[in-house]
């Protein structure tokens, strides 16, 4: 009997190990996870002990390189040459983010299926049929051949490489055990992809096809009436009013007759899977930067801010880091992914973007010959497409899912208006497929030394359009908004269009030099937060629509009264919470309201909305109301008319027609028989969103705290490992504000930086270092950032310099 139990108590053994090392499925296979030599309980780390000091063998090198690492956990680069210095950073990046990296590269190329199976397909087919590889291919050729970005790439990939080549698997990072597989060689063309997948979230949506549907069912009239092409409430535009465009502008591309869709697609039989529909972007995606001038600073030097609002996640989207060489010293953030410094500053200068939304993302309806799609019309002429065959290694699956994208002169034919069952025939025009070598107007930002470097470095610039501030210590400021902005008739992009014809091709590009830009305003600041590039009288067409104009305001109304200001002072305005939207439109609301009858819950409630100081606070009960009741108010004046697959006008327009045009068509639901005013949706609006917090939070209490309403959170980026999720965040804010923290989005890295013979900097992003959950520099800076406070930036002029900060370093040297 004791024989029989070995032998099961042994089966089940050698069973277990089996299937412990095997996958099942497109899970992992866990034993390898759960080994004590191999798996998570390697995935440790220390804090980075003072004055210690590493050496490490690296093929590859031309010379010594040194690291230092200061308390944050920040490198610190010293390199006797460019090719070094940037093997370095590709070095430390990979060894503080090497998953990210992985991560981000694979959905850009459409490559995660490869690792986690059918269930992310869509994202992939997403990827190939944009034509995501299609830009990094037209760009890495370009890349290659300036000596100076392909310098560049080949150092940091080598860098990675070494990183990558003295792994061993107890090595990998936690994410590469989970999910069963290991770091493959970096390519010189990832980094193309880094800058594919920034151009995708910063302008890579469209409001065509909605927009369309909107012309169709109401006309042109409504349309100019209800999405006019500039605010008409309230703008404070990025380049200010009234500047002098000092150029004589190209011929303006004369406008054809709008595009009417139709279904000249119908015939066609071969019904292919349609893209996911991408949803729009979310408010709070965009960013702030300013610039004051020395006459407005206590330094007597300018300083600048920057605080681009992206998706919040661990490990942050960026990465600090210091990096020196002959011929640069600059700090600032870089992207995990991408060699340089993005934005940041250097001895003489200083620099930072926000997003421009420019309309650089464009949909042409094709006509086929027939369905070989082998030729589409166009200019009176059947041109020949080209095929591109996409193939997506799907774990699991044995065989790879293929499938034949169509191209076009415009660019791929991916999306759909339905015209044709799920057969696409809109063709994409994006600036993600245009070739050039933006990577090199950061190396030349990372370099400058005055206002004509910056100028000069801004030309290299591709996309996504950004708006590029800047300040030196010549005391000049200055903001451009920059990008290859192709020429097009006013409203060009506004509707889905003609893709026959050539009078709706982009007509080439509006000269670098005629770009918006002001030098040295009066006003003595600049200031951009995506709101309007210009006011009406710039000659080009920018785009019709950009974000909402409240940050923006509140922005320019802070730095036109602040004077003798100082690094403080502009992280003051980071932090700012004030509701430019509530002050504007809560008045009228509440005048509104008092002709309804309410409950003595909804008096409560409406008393602690007229107490509000507008303040966004992280304890306000009376912003969650707000902030509650704004979009219900919004879809209340607007779903019944204009529901699924149609854009909405803007805030801006509804609030001029609450407060100025209050008896307006459209405040009537046309789908009741009774006719409803703006006090009929006022007070139901108010009560719904009083009804919903109710619901979620229990009766108005300190539980409706604008904190807990809001609930912030910061996910790791597989936004399915909960353990490796940020703790509970109290913070204020908000879409409109310019502490523009919501749920998932906001500051992802502040930054201040004080001009100088020898510059003073601070910032902080949500998160740390490192990208290992273990590390006690995955979230050390999350609490600072949270309340709203700044790291002070080590900024070393040479490698021995001592600093009291100053922990471990690291030598690179060859075999």
Known sequence: MKYFKAFVSLAATICLVYFLSRPLGPAPALGPFLSPFTGFGQN???????????????????????????DVGVPHIFAKNDFDLFYAQGFVTAKDRLWQMDLQIRAASGRLSEVLGEATLQLDQQSRRLGMGYGAEANIKVAMQDPHSREALLGYTAGINAYIDQLSPKDYPIEFKLLGYKPEAWQPINTMYMLEQMTLTLAGRSNELNMSNVLKTYGEKVVNDLFPDYPMFQESPVIPA???????????????????????????KKTPAALMQREPKPEGIGSNNWAVSAEKSITGYPILANDPHLELTLPSIWYQVQLHSPSMNVYGVSLPGIPSVIIGFNQHVAWGVTNTDADVFDLYKIKFKDESRTQYWHDNQWKPTKKRIESIIVKGQKDPNQEEVIYTHHGPVTETDNSSGKYPELA????????????????????????????????????????FVFADNSKNIALTVNGKLPLKYKGQGKFVLDGTKAADDWQGWIPAAQNPYVKNPKRGFVSSANQSSTDPSYPYFINWVFAPTERGVRINERLTSMNRANADSLRMLQNDNFSVLARNILPKLLETLKSTTLTPAQKAAAITLANWNYQNTSESVATSIFEEWMPLLQAKIWNDEFGENMEFPTRDRTLYMILNQPNKKWFDNVTTPEKETLADLTAASFKAALDTLTTRHGPMSQSWQWAQVKGTEIRHLSRSLKPFNAPALKVGGGRSIVNAITKRNGPSWRMVVELGPVPRAYGIYPGGQSGNPGSPYYLNLLKKWENGELNELVYLLEPAQKHPRMTSSVKLQKP
């Open 242 to 268: 009234g500047t002098d465009w000092d150029f004589k502008p190209l011929a303006i591309p004369k406008r054809p007759k709008t595009l009417k869709t139709g279904d000249s697609l119908a015939y066609l």
């Open 428 to 467: 994409v025009k994006w600036i993600g497929h245009e070739a050039g070598n933006s990577f090199l107007t950061f190396h030349a930002l990372n370099k400058a030394k005055n206002y004509e470097d910056y100028r000069k470095a801004l030309t290299y610039y591709v996309g996504p359009a950004q708006n």
């Open 44 to 70: 440790g780390d220390k804090v980075i002990e003072k004055d210690g000091e590493t050496i490490l063998k690296l093929n590859g090198l031309k010379e010594e390189i040194t690291i230092r690492f200061d």
